[in-house]
């Protein structure tokens, strides 16, 4: 029983293309959350979503975009991908939207754009 | 505004050592703090946090890490490194809310047989 799951696990493209990730909680959480892992192992959150307000990062550009058909799904779509964009995207979920909850993750997509 | 400082991107140890992993944060408000572990190629797991209780927490794996509010740190342990602890570890720190959530740069940590 996953309970972050991603899909697809890795997604190679070329630039220009429009891609989506999906992401599934079975745990129940309220909120839920994107982040971006790059090269360097560094993680930044690009999104969170909790009871319908979705809250941007607002570095993320906005070829970015969250969909939430419910609250255990919350998907990115990515228009026009770049070279840039080539990471690993993590899902992650939460509880409730407080700080002393604890994140958990899914095993990651990682994109590749050539 | 909250952060976190990882000191040291790579650490190394032999089999049975001690594994001393730090983090200095930085936070306007009292903070809630995190150890998270990746294993290659997987997902972020939770090894401890801390949430204003007791400042020594104890985590999964033998792990565990002392809130110094004094020092603004939040260091990792291990008493006897294994070779299964080999990972990346990332420290973190909250703010009030879920979108306020900031990851350290993580250290990597190799165990040497």
């Known amino acids: 029983d996953t309970a972050v799951s991603q899909t697809p696990k890795y997604l190679v493209t070329q630039m220009g293309n429009d891609k989506s990730i999906k992401c599934e909680q079975n745990l129940g959480h309220d909120t839920m959350y994107w982040y971006k892992q790059d090269s360097k192992k560094f993680l930044k959150i690009m999104f969170s979503y909790n009871n319908k307000e979705l809250i941007i990062n607002e570095t993320v550009p906005n070829r970015f975009s969250p969909k939430s058909p419910d609250k255990a799904h919350l998907n990115l779509h990515i228009n026009s991908l770049e070279l840039g964009d080539s990471a690993v995207y993590f899902c992650?979920?939460?509880?409730?939207?407080?700080?002393?909850?604890?994140?958990?993750f899914g095993p990651g997509t990682r994109l590749t754009v050539t | 505004a909250q952060s976190v400082t990882q000191l040291g991107s790579h650490v190394s140890v032999s089999e049975g050592a001690l594994v001393l992993l730090r983090c200095n944060y930085s936070?306007?408000?009292?903070?809630?703090l995190f150890w998270y572990v990746q294993y290659p190629n997987q997902g972020l797991q939770l090894l401890l946090k801390y949430t204003s209780a007791a400042t020594l927490v104890k985590g999964i794996n033998g792990f565990e890490a002392e809130f110094k509010k004094s020092e603004t740190s939040f260091h990792l342990t291990k008493p006897s490194a294994h070779m299964s602890d080999a990972a990346e570890y990332f420290c973190?720190?909250?703010?009030?809310?879920?979108?306020?959530?900031?990851f350290g740069t993580g250290t990597s940590l190799t165990v040497i047989p």
């Open positions: 936070s306007s408000v009292p903070p809630y």
């Open positions: 992650a979920s939460s509880p409730f939207f407080t700080a002393t909850y604890e994140q958990y």
């Open positions: 973190a720190v909250s703010g009030r809310t879920g979108n306020q959530f900031y």
